[in-house]
């Protein structure tokens, strides 16, 4: 199975500050068909996941332009140019080239400080 | 809009069994994988079960192989898990979600004596 490792695990940031969160596989996540198919998602407190960037670096509808997702192989970033308040939750990569099992990153709790 | 909404968990004894199902809208359904994510309390994401559009390629984790069942109704747009020998490492929030893209509001399952 494809291990998906998070750092850091806890992030705090002042408003308006950037962040960063890493995410590394344990293998390359380079498809067979050109794609890696590795994406992240946000979970704010007391909600569901919601995807934000897939293929890497591909931001969904409706995300900000704060997020930005960017990495090749096994190294891969998630960043936010410009932390909100809204912004707080927990931050999990995932991989989709290996499957199954699908498997996520531990996660990056991001909170204001 | 994609909707997923999912239904059927609560609280069981350990070796019981439930069903839990999952109501999608607002997409042609029978063209999706479906898959189904939990999420202990307080812990990470993790990947439990796949059907592909059609039925006819599904998988597991292997923490629930050969107690977890998954299957899915086009007719109806609906999918369910039915989990067997249930333990109490499988109490989690249980989300059904679309191509590993939109998540429904969760169902918790409670696996307690």
């Known amino acids: 199975d494809v291990v998906m490792t998070q750092s850091p695990l806890s992030l705090s940031v002042t408003l308006g500050q950037p962040a960063s969160i890493s995410c590394t596989s344990s293998?390359?996540?380079?498809?067979?068909?050109?794609?890696?198919?590795l994406r992240w998602f946000q979970q704010r407190p007391g909600q569901s996941p919601r995807r934000l960037i897939y293929?890497?670096?591909n931001r969904d509808s409706g995300v900000p332009d704060r997020f930005s997702g960017s990495g090749s192989g096994t190294n891969f970033t998630l960043k936010i140019s410009r932390v909100e308040a809204e912004d707080v939750g927990v931050y999990y990569c995932m991989q989709g080239t290996h499957w199954p099992p699908w498997t996520f990153g531990q996660g990056t709790k991001v909170e204001i400080k | 809009e994609v909707q997923l909404v999912e239904s059927g968990g609560g609280l069981v004894q350990p070796g019981e069994s439930l069903t839990l199902s999952c109501a999608a809208s607002?997409?042609?359904?029978?063209?999706?994988?479906m898959h189904w994510v939990r999420q202990a309390p307080g812990k990470g994401l993790v990947w439990v079960s796949y059907i592909n559009h059609d039925g006819s390629s599904i998988s597991y984790a292997d923490s629930v192989k050969g107690r977890f069942t998954i299957s899915r109704d086009n007719a109806k747009n609906m999918v369910y898990l039915q989990m067997n020998s249930l333990r109490v490492e499988d109490t989690a929030v249980y989300y059904c979600v679309h191509d590993l893209d939109h998540w429904g509001q969760g169902t918790l399952v409670t696996v307690s004596s």
């Open positions: 293998h390359s996540l380079v498809h067979s068909d050109g794609n890696t198919w």
């Open positions: 607002g997409f042609t359904f029978n063209i999706y994988w």
């Open positions: 293929k890497v670096s």
